[in-house]
């Protein structure tokens, strides 16, 4: 079992950055794919950005490539979103998931484990 609990959320103005954080408490953390995704309410889950077992290789939807960078230490059992020049639409709940695969998809019911969630609000 892996236990995800993400922090760094809030509101801010549109072009204003921020950083998620996702703690996992449980072992193995490096055996792990990792996955942001985000929700809207009355709207899917939506993939944001993904991570390898060993962080070399990022993927990222095209709605925030350039502006948002997944990355991992897995010394700290942490995954983060370091999210730049942000923009109203990319208001929602985030969460973060693993999966126990060398890389990440962008399907959410490919994910075992997920935190509870942050709220970011974007105001122009």
């Known amino acids: 079992q892996v236990q995800l609990v993400e922090s760094g959320g809030g509101s801010v103005r549109a072009g204003d950055s921020l950083r998620l954080s996702c703690a996992a408490s449980?072992?193995?953390?490096?055996?792990?794919?990792l996955g942001w995704f985000r929700q809207i309410l009355g709207k899917e889950r939506e993939f944001v950005a993904g991570v390898t077992r060993s962080g070399a290789i990022a993927d990222y939807a095209d709605s925030v490539k350039g502006r948002f960078t997944i990355s991992r230490d897995n010394a700290k059992n942490t995954v983060y979103l370091q999210m730049n020049s942000l923009k109203p639409e990319d208001t929602a709940d985030y969460y973060c998931?693993?999966?126990?695969?060398?890389?990440?998809?962008?399907?959410?019911?490919?994910?075992?484990?997920w935190g509870q969630g942050t709220q970011v609000t974007v105001s122009s």
């Open positions: 998931a693993a999966r126990r695969q060398a890389a990440p998809l962008r399907q959410a019911d490919e994910y075992d484990y």
């Open positions: 449980g072992r193995i953390f490096s055996a792990y794919a």
